[in-house]
């Protein structure tokens, strides 16, 4: 998006402050080529989003503002409107941009089909922007007219499907509405996954695959086993999109439980040369320390000559 905005003379580093509303990972991203391209960037995302995620924007330089969590996306969207209201200032608007499609396009599609072969039947991805499950989909549609598509959205806020925007736990994808870069011609299905549901499914693929991922990987590896499990798509090869890293969760309800097991740990030998080194000093500490440098060093010892041959 930000190179699509310079080849269209709309910015340009050092003259221009980018504006985006982000849940977190497309910022990441946005703050990574920004501090590279010398781009200021301010960004709004809301308060409900995980801490390790405030965390990497400010430490890549982002101005970070909180919105509502009560508002969801569509809170955030509106805050970095505001923003974006003054002189030098340009919004990215990934909900809106067509290069979120367009990019996808030229790299996630093609890359999955030659990755695959050509043999992917089925590609399954979370909704947030809508620019993976468009572009890719309208890729391998365009290679395969069979491929299905298949798009998943939080139960608790299932607009996609007809339902209601509401609160969920679920980072990433539902936003709360239907995103204007979503081509909702290219799925042939949406399915609806449960917050708990997809918490439970992430801890499954640290545990039992080795795959540290966040929660909407859960819900994609999730819908991704409901679908493997029907009869007609046996020995079908499936594709779901696993877009987040766990790290970026460890202070969520993901790990809550691990969180606090690993905080009230105790130490099984109380006795460590680094205890040691951070504890108070005594008086006999204090004494040994003088009477070790009291005492007469030992001579050198006579280096060592090495003779090749």
């Not at 499954?204 to 966040?214: Q, T």
């Not at 499990?229 to 696993?242: G, W």
């Amino acid at each position: 998006m930000i190179a699509d905005a310079e080849s269209k003379g709309l910015i340009s580093p050092g003259a221009s402050t980018l504006v985006e509303p982000t849940s977190g990972n497309t910022g990441i991203g946005l703050a990574m080529v920004a501090a590279a391209k010398g781009y200021s960037l301010k960004l709004t995302m809301p308060a409900s989003m995980s801490l390790e995620r405030r965390c990497m924007l400010m430490a890549l330089g982002a101005e970070l503002v909180l919105t509502d969590p009560a508002k969801g996306m569509a809170g955030a969207v509106q805050k970095a409107k505001e923003l974006s209201d003054s002189d030098g200032t340009f919004m990215l608007q990934q909900f809106e941009n067509a290069a979120n499609r367009e990019v996808h396009f030229r790299t996630t599609g093609p890359e999955i089909w030659a990755d695959t072969g050509g043999e992917v039947d089925i590609l399954i991805s979370g909704i947030g922007t809508g620019g993976t499950i468009s572009g890719t989909g309208e890729f391998l549609k365009s290679k395969k007219p069979s491929v299905q598509v298949i798009g998943l959205e939080p139960k608790e806020s299932n607009v996609l499907s007809g339902g209601s925007p509401g609160p969920h736990k679920i980072q990433g994808i539902g936003a709360g509405f239907v995103p204007g870069v979503l081509n909702t011609e290219v799925y042939d299905e949406v399915i609806q996954v449960g917050s708990d549901e997809a918490i439970g499914m992430a801890r499954r693929l640290a545990k039992e695959e080795g795959v540290f991922a966040g929660i909407s990987s859960g819900a994609a590896a999730l819908a991704a086993a409901q679908v493997a499990a029907r009869p007609e798509n046996k020995d079908k090869l499936i594709v779901c999109i696993v877009p987040s890293f766990g790290e970026r969760y460890l202070s969520t309800a993901l790990f809550a439980d691990t969180a606090a097991a690993a905080a009230a740990m105790e130490v099984d030998d109380p006795v460590k040369l680094s205890d040691a080194a951070a504890a108070p000093s005594t008086s006999a500490d204090a004494e040994l320390r003088k009477q070790s440098r009291s005492s007469p060093r030992p001579p050198k010892p006579a280096p060592t000559k090495f003779v090749s041959g």
